[in-house]
Nanobody, 115 residues
C-alpha cells in the first residue's frame, strides 16, 4: 500500500513559479510511472505529466517547456517544478500512481494563478 501526500501549492501571480512535492509513505522504487494530474472547476481531471522509473518523461502540450517533473526514489518523492505560470494553470493538482492504471491518489494541493 502506498499513500501519497502533496504539498507546495499556493497563490502566485502570472509568470511566477511553484514547486509541488509528493511524498510517498511506501517505496516508490517499484512503481514504474508516477504522474501529476490537475482538475479545474467544471473541468475533467487531466494528466499534466508523468515520469517512469527510467526517468523518461511526458508532458501535456499545454505545459511542455514550462513544467518539469522529476522523482527521487531514495526520498520516495515526486516533484513538479512549474514556471511561467498562467491563470489557466489554476487547478487542484494531484499526485498519482501508477500511470495510467491509477491505484493511488493524493489528496491534492491547490494552485491558484492570478492575472
Amino acid at each position: 500500500q502506498v499513500q501519497l501526500v502533496e504539498s507546495g501549492g499556493g497563490l502566485v501571480q502570472a509568470g511566477g513559479s511553484l514547486r509541488l512535492s509528493c511524498a510517498a509513505s511506501g517505496s516508490i522504487f517499484s512503481i514504474n510511472a508516477m504522474g501529476w494530474y490537475r482538475q479545474a472547476p467544471g473541468k475533467e481531471r487531466e494528466l499534466v505529466a508523468f515520469i517512469n522509473s527510467g526517468g523518461s518523461t511526458h508532458y501535456a502540450v499545454s505545459v511542455k517547456g514550462r513544467f518539469t517533473i522529476s522523482r527521487d526514489n531514495a526520498k520516495n518523492t515526486l516533484y513538479l517544478q512549474m514556471n511561467s505560470l498562467k491563470p489557466e494553470d489554476t487547478a487542484m493538482y494531484y499526485c498519482a500512481a501508477p500511470v495510467p492504471k491509477i491505484r493511488y491518489w493524493g489528496q491534492g494541493t491547490q494552485v491558484t494563478v492570478s492575472s
